[in-house]
Nanobody
Framework: QVQLVESGGGLVQAGDSLRLSCTAS????????IGWFRQAPGKDREIVAA????????YYTDTAKGRFTISRYTANNTVLLQMNSLKPEDTAVYYC?????????????????WGQGTRVTVSS
């Protein structure tokens, strides 16, 4: 069992930055991956980025590449999502979740132990 807590969301203007944090309570995350997802109103949940805990291999969607950076801090079981140059279309509730396989799948159903989400609103 892994518990995840997200934080860092808020209301910002287009072009601003936010840093989201996901802290996991687990004895070890060594073989896992952690993904960041988002769900906009009326839309399906979609992956944004993911990181393999051991080694730090990352995955980004084309939307996230160049603007978002995912990183992990093994000392405190935290995964960050630095989001720069935010756009109104980035408005969504952002979630982190555990990928038990460590293969960084892009399918939502492959992830477990979801956090409660943190809301990001980007005004134009």
């Amino acid at each position: 069992q892994v518990q995840l807590v997200e934080s860092g969301g808020g209301l910002v203007q287009a072009g601003d930055s936010l840093r989201l944090s996901c802290t996991a309570s687990a004895r070890t995350l060594r073989t896992y991956g952690i993904g960041w997802f988002r769900q906009a109103p009326g839309k399906d949940r979609e992956i944004v980025a993911a990181i393999k805990w051991e080694g730090g291999r990352t995955y980004y969607t084309d939307t996230a590449k160049g603007r978002f950076t995912i990183s992990r801090y093994t000392a405190n079981n935290t995964v960050l999502l630095q989001m720069n140059s935010l756009k109104p279309e980035d408005t969504a509730v952002y979630y982190c979740a555990v990928d038990p396989s460590g293969l960084l799948p892009t399918i939502v159903e492959r992830y477990r132990y979801w956090g409660q989400g943190t809301r990001v609103t980007v005004s134009s």
